[in-house]
């Protein structure tokens, strides 16, 4: 296998499929066209719209996947999203109704990913919604961050997967720098208490709630 230029996923028969996040999911319908004219020259015959807010290229045979990066990253350049993990936002005040105002979900979600690039904390699922009905499933995921008229609240320790859990509340009524800054103890607390691959449900599982809570809430 080559090295290929991003994180890809092999499929059973041996092609690849490259996962791409352009702007978190808010796309134009030109994108769309650029994205189907990639399909057509690089064969792939198979585009999904994922959980994430993706749209991946399904069937991508090995010689193809670092020339499809590069024209990608050429037409998309700083839209294109790589998050350590994967960063999930819902539609967000610009569009939904319920949303409260004055928060914005879009350039929170590019400060997590900031925030996440900067640590080695695993596979971390994050959420991030502009109410309290949580469209981007945040409580569900492993760091969830919901909008209120109050300010910000993160919950910590969702799961989604096999044995699945809802994150708990460890933090509300939040700024937004008083956020990122919680944020980021969160990522670091992460990176020095993982085993291994494990998921952060289970790391707090292992260390308890209140242990994480006394290293990032001091």
Same mark, same amino acid.
């Given at each position: 296998?080559?090295?290929?230029?991003?994180?890809?996923?092999?499929?059973?028969?041996?092609?690849?499929? =490259?996962?791409?996040?352009?702007?978190?999911?808010?796309?134009?319908?030109?994108?769309? *066209?650029?994205?189907?004219?990639? *399909?057509?020259?690089?064969? =792939?015959?198979?585009?999904?719209?994922? &959980?994430?807010?993706?749209?991946?290229?399904?069937? /991508?045979?090995?010689?193809? =996947?670092?020339?499809?990066?590069?024209? %990608?990253?050429?037409?998309?350049?700083?839209?294109?999203?790589?998050? @350590?993990?994967?960063?999930?936002?819902?539609?967000?005040? @610009?569009?939904?109704?319920?949303?409260?105002?004055? @928060?914005?979900?879009? !350039?929170?979600?590019?400060?997590?990913?900031?925030?996440?690039?900067?640590?080695?904390?695993?596979?971390?699922?994050?959420?991030?919604?502009?109410?309290?009905?949580?469209?981007? +499933?945040?409580?569900?995921?492993? $760091?969830? #961050?919901?909008?209120? *008229?109050?300010?910000? +609240? %993160? &919950?910590?320790?969702?799961?989604?997967?096999?044995?699945?859990?809802?994150?708990? /509340?460890?933090?509300?009524? $939040?700024?937004?720098?008083? $956020? %990122? !800054?919680?944020?980021? @103890? /969160?990522?670091?607390? %992460?990176?020095?208490?993982?085993?291994?691959?494990?998921?952060? #449900?289970?790391?707090?599982?292992? $260390?308890?709630?209140?242990?994480?809570?006394? !290293?990032?809430?001091?």
């Amino acid at each position: 296998m080559e090295q290929f230029k991003h994180h890809v996923s092999m499929h059973k028969d041996g092609t690849y499929s =490259v996962g791409v996040s352009i702007d978190q999911g808010y796309m134009t319908p030109d994108d769309f *066209a650029v994205l189907s004219e990639l *399909a057509k020259k690089y064969e =792939v015959t198979s585009l999904m719209a994922t &959980t994430a807010k993706k749209i991946n290229f399904m069937d /991508v045979k090995e010689a193809n =996947v670092n020339p499809l990066w590069e024209d %990608l990253e050429q037409t998309f350049g700083d839209r294109l999203c790589f998050p @350590k993990g994967k960063v999930i936002v819902c539609p967000g005040s @610009k569009f939904c109704k319920f949303a409260t105002p004055g @928060k914005d979900n879009h !350039a929170m979600g590019r400060e997590v990913e900031r925030i996440s690039k900067a640590h080695e904390a695993g596979k971390v699922k994050v959420g991030v919604s502009c109410c309290l009905l949580g469209c981007a +499933m945040p409580r569900v995921r492993d $760091l969830g #961050i919901l909008a209120t *008229a109050k300010g910000w +609240m %993160l &919950t910590v320790g969702g799961n989604g997967g096999s044995k699945p859990g809802v994150g708990e /509340v460890i933090a509300q009524d $939040l700024t937004e720098e008083e $956020l %990122l !800054a919680l944020l980021d @103890k /969160v990522y670091q607390y %992460l990176q020095e208490n993982k085993d291994g691959k494990e998921r952060s #449900i289970r790391t707090i599982e292992r $260390l308890g709630i209140d242990h994480l809570k006394a !290293a990032v809430l001091g």
